[in-house]
């Protein structure tokens, strides 16, 4: 977007808040290559990698706060990312009550994803399960063992756990911090989904790419990982070279966007996301960067841009697709 744009907001900043394909465009001078039968299986190790998905491809991913402002509905949101090209989709949980009380039922939905060929990469959930009120946490903790059998339902393995509910903490501890992700860790164990520790650049804690990479290491847990953003790390702080530092079993799925120079991180929303390259961010660097990690990698697609919103949902789909690719083409 351009500063000319009105920032749009989202809901973590407004409130307490491939079935397969039978190609996988590979990114650079291969861009376009076939892969087949891909899956998302839970990581163990960094070295870890489906036998048909060589570490550094991508998967290209819709997370359907892109196509948010549209108020589509799930099943239309599928639609638009199967028909857009997409692998995978990342829908928010929110999205899938809905679907369930507009009378549609998980056996369904999860029929939708087959036919559609899309598979669910992640999902987008905020319960409070790190708060430091025992009654609340315990709340988040039941929320989070819903939300994460809703996804198993759906055949996906992850869901993002970003700190909701602690974003006004200051100087937040981190080896409390580690404790809570190891719990919703274990919860994640019973249910077959990895919970996905998510940096917020707005929060006034865990803010920072440091901070929740140390919480994640320091759970001693097998399945803790860390959900990045190029857009989060700009606004809070982080240098994007970090991410070198990260395997891919550290970090399974990516938020790729991109923003511009201005208004500076402090002033800066989730409404001045733009696409991939139509921003500043050193996109290159950072897509090589992650491609270093063992893979493959989510990418997927987050912007929360109003201008966006005024548009066609499958258009922004495919624009965002098309953006993707030709940065990640660039990267190489």
């Known amino acids: 977007m351009n500063t000319t744009t009105p920032p749009a907001p989202s809901a973590p900043e407004i409130s307490s808040v491939l079935s397969r394909r039978s190609a996988l465009a590979r990114a650079g001078a291969v861009l376009g290559g076939a892969l087949a039968g891909i899956t998302l299986p839970l ?10 998905a060589p570490a550094g491809d991508f998967i ?15 099943a239309k949101e599928i639609e638009v990312a199967s028909q857009a090209g997409y692998q995978a989709i990342e829908p928010w949980v929110e999205s899938i009550e809905a679907y369930l009380k507009s009378g549609g039922t998980m056996a369904e939905l999860r029929q939708r994803l087959a036919d559609a060929g899309l598979v669910l990469a992640s999902a987008i959930a905020f319960p ?19 939300d994460m059998d809703r ?54 804690c865990l803010n920072r790419l440091s901070e929740v990479s140390f919480v994640a290491i320091e759970t001693g847990h097998p399945q803790a990982c860390v ?21 891919g079993a550290a970090m399974p799925v990516f938020h790729i966007n991109d923003y511009p120079a201005e208004p500076p991180p402090d002033k800066i929303t989730d409404g001045h996301r733009v696409y991939p390259g139509d921003g500043v961010a050193p996109l290159g660097q950072i897509l090589r960067d992650v491609r270093r990690c063992s893979g493959p990698t989510v990418l997927s697609l987050e912007l929360f841009n109003r201008e966006y919103y005024q548009q066609d949902a499958l258009t922004v789909a495919r624009t965002g697709l098309a953006k993707m690719k030709a940065a990640v083409a660039k990267a190489v």
């Open 227 to 247: 959900l990045a953003d190029v857009y989060h790390l700009h606004k809070g702080g982080s240098a994007p070279t970090s991410l070198r530092l990260l395997s």
């Open 60 to 74: 290209f991913c819709l997370n359907t706060a892109t196509i948010r402002g549209q108020k589509l509905g799930l």
């Open 128 to 146: 409070q399960w790190i708060v430091d009120d025992d009654t609340r946490r315990a709340a988040g903790l039941e929320q989070a063992k819903r």
């Open 151 to 204: 996804v198993a339902q759906l055949g996906g393995k992850r869901i993002a756990a970003p700190p909701a509910g602690a974003t006004e903490v200051l100087g937040f501890n981190l080896r409390v911090a580690a404790e809570r992700y190891r719990a919703l860790l274990e919860v994640g164990d019973r249910a077959g989904v990895q919970p996905m520790f998510e940096l917020w650049g707005f929060s006034k």
């Open 43 to 52: 990581p163990t190790c960094a070295a870890e990698t489906p036998p048909t």
